[in-house]
Nanobody, 115 residues
Framework: VQLVESGGGLVQPGGSLRLSCAASGFTFSSYGMSWVRQAPGKGLEWVSNINRDGGGITLYAESVKGRFTISRDNGKNTVYLQMNSLKPEDTALYYC????????WGQGTQVTVSS
């Protein structure tokens, strides 16, 4: 199993980023997927879930609801996180993982929101 996150970077408050997580080594379409983040000096924080077929069943942490959108492309074995209206408190290392299992992790992608 391999999960490779990408798309992070430095962005000003109010800006947008789109994160990607490319999965391999398992049947991607059989698993719900999650995004989880870790801010500097803090523990892991769950961000969002999407069910395995992406059929409209998504969940978001209150802190990101209305600003972030999770989606997936099972043909490309990839899950995305569109992040809009970014705030400094969104600064973190962002990971994807298999929803409910959290057994495999990538290296993460760094998001820094700062002026």
């Amino acid at each position: 199993v391999q999960l490779v996150e990408s798309g992070g970077g430095l962005v000003q408050p109010g800006g947008s980023l789109r994160l990607s997580c490319a999965a391999s080594g398992f049947t991607f379409s059989s698993y719900g997927m999650s995004w989880v983040r870790q801010a500097p000096g803090k523990g892991l924080e769950w961000v969002s879930n999407i069910n395995r077929d992406g059929g409209g069943i998504t969940l978001y942490a209150e802190s990101v609801k209305g600003r972030f959108t999770i989606s997936r492309d099972n043909g490309k074995n990839t899950v995305y996180l569109q992040m809009n209206s970014l705030k400094p408190e969104d600064t973190a290392l962002y990971y994807c993982s298999r929803m409910g299992y959290y057994d495999y992790w990538g290296q993460g992608t760094q998001v820094t929101v700062s002026s």
